[in-house]
């Protein structure tokens, strides 16, 4: 059995309700959120990224609120929402004429703002990407990687995965992207099977029973969020909901 510390954090993931990768990704985002909330507030080089992305998502920058940290969050927003009143201020009215360079852009480029005022528009939005995103795609790479490696090894990884609920559809198709031995594909693929089958079972089940001839036999507790892990095991986790 592995010591590495990327295999305990598999097995302790994998033994939560929910795809472990996506319990990873979303702690692994947590925890970037937090270190800069609690020791890179006033340091410029982090400020200055923020900037440019301006904060972060919608999905991490409500990650704040789960930190707790409210003092950093409101010199973060401060500073964001000062950058935004002045850019206000400088803006004039821009009309948008019928094929105005900001049009032309617009059908290009299906990301930039378009129609009246565009340039402000584009201004007041991020210039890069949302600093937790880039983070947790890194990490979340690892954390399939790591995967695939101890999925075979000896007391390694196979048993626990198909004892969980296995992999969301979206970081199996990640993992079927990443690996690269036949023997580890094949293990995968099987446990990954053993998991759905559990999965479309509960769900038989929980129809079952909200039929009125069978309302009578208690729901139980797999049965009962069979729906909601299935909404999960196909779009991936909701940050907090599994906590």
Same mark, same amino acid.
């Given at each position: 059995m592995s010591t590495d510390s990327g295999f305990h954090n598999l097995v302790e993931a994998l033994r939560q309700p929910g795809c472990a990768v996506c319990r990873l990704k979303i702690d692994s985002a947590d925890g970037f959120v937090e270190s800069l909330l609690y020791e890179g507030v006033t340091d410029p *080089?982090?400020?200055?990224?923020?900037?440019?992305?301006? /904060?972060y998502c919608f999905e991490h920058a409500w990650s704040l609120e789960r930190t707790g940290a409210s003092l950093g969050t409101a010199i973060i927003t401060q500073d964001l929402l000062q950058r935004a009143v002045k850019a206000v201020d400088e803006a004039r009215f821009e009309a948008e004429g019928a094929w105005s360079r900001h049009r032309v852009r617009s059908l290009l480029r299906r990301e930039q703002a378009e129609g009246a005022n565009a340039a402000l528009s584009e201004r007041l939005g991020p210039h890069i990407q949302c600093p937790a995103c880039l983070w947790s795609d890194n990490m979340e790479r690892l954390f399939v990687e790591d995967l695939l490696k101890y999925l075979l090894e000896e007391k390694g990884l196979l048993g626990t995965f198909e004892a969980s609920d296995g992999l969301c559809l979206p970081h199996f198709r990640r993992a079927l992207g990443l690996v690269r031995d036949e023997e580890v594909y094949l293990a995968l693929i099987r446990a990954q099977q053993v998991v759905w089958e559990r999965l479309i079972d509960d769900l038989g089940e929980f129809v079952r029973?909200? *039929?009125?001839?069978?309302?009578?036999?208690?729901? /139980?507790?797999?049965? /009962? *969020?069979a729906w909601l892990r299935a909404i999960s095991t196909m779009v991936g986790a909701l940050p907090g909901r599994d906590k």
């Open positions: *080089d982090r400020r200055h990224t923020l900037r440019e992305s301006q /904060g029973k909200n *039929d009125h001839r069978f309302q009578h036999e208690r729901m /139980g507790k797999r049965e /009962g *969020d």
